[in-house]
């Protein structure tokens, strides 16, 4: 049972916790809205998504930092800790679509975001199924714990989109680049191909960021960039890392002006 409408479907989905079951609700919920099968609806989102007996969830501080590409299990490490971070992306969407249902925002909004979730079911499938390759399975490592954290931010849209797609979605452009040309020096092409496909996506997952952050900023009468450096400050802890991907950022049409001041502003001493 999938929902009746969209945000019943969305709910449904954060409410899975295997991921397989996850993932395939997700493409069945998205396949039916972009049908036209189903209705806009309303949905409360639950506090926390479900979760897998696995991974173990661990504070972000027992982590390891540095991986070592050049071994089949620092890269494992590596696909492991970004399929986690994809897993936890497909529910940061759907939240998105459950807990603003009620918020008069216009189909064109639900359909990025459908389009999104959608895009995240694929990139931890794609992720997942090269662990498995590499005789190791989503969940054979413990995973990051703050990640949902981010979702704290979920009473106000310009918050949520400021801090997941604006901040840590364009962090991922900014890292990924290096990752990608890591792994291929160490000869990993398959796994660095999967990177880059998942790279391409994320600029359209920024850019969506950005044009329904504009849309609610301008809703309220508030200037974005402002809104922004208020909203950041306001709600992720320390400074944007340099150095950016400019071209990246620029291709998802984030103006420098949005993260130039922050990085500055907060630069480690
Ligand atoms: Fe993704
Ligand atoms: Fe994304």
Known sequence: MIGKTLAAGAAAVLGAAEPARKVAMSRAVAARWRRGEIEMGRAVAPARPARPERPLLRPPRDMPKRRNFGSPAGRIALLHALAHIE???????????????????????????????SEE???FCLLSRRLEMLESFYGALPAHDGLWEAAATAHDLVARLAVVPLVLEARGLD????????????????SAAILDRIYQDEIGHVAAGLRWFEFACRARGDDPVAAFHANVRQYFTGALKP????????????????????????APF
């Open 87 to 117: 897993f936890n992306a497909i529910d940061l969407a759907w939240d998105l679509v459950a807990r603003f249902s009620n918020a008069g925002l216009p189909r064109a909004f639900f359909d990025d975001w459908v389009a999104v979730a």
């Open 121 to 123: 079911a694929g990139h």
């Open 175 to 190: 890292v990924t680049p290096e990752m990608i040309r890591r792994l291929e020096r160490a000869g990993d092409c398959d």
């Open 243 to 266: 150095p950016f991907n400019r071209a990246a950022r620029d291709q998802a049409g984030i103006a420098p002006a949005y993260y130039e001041t922050l990085a500055c502003a907060a």
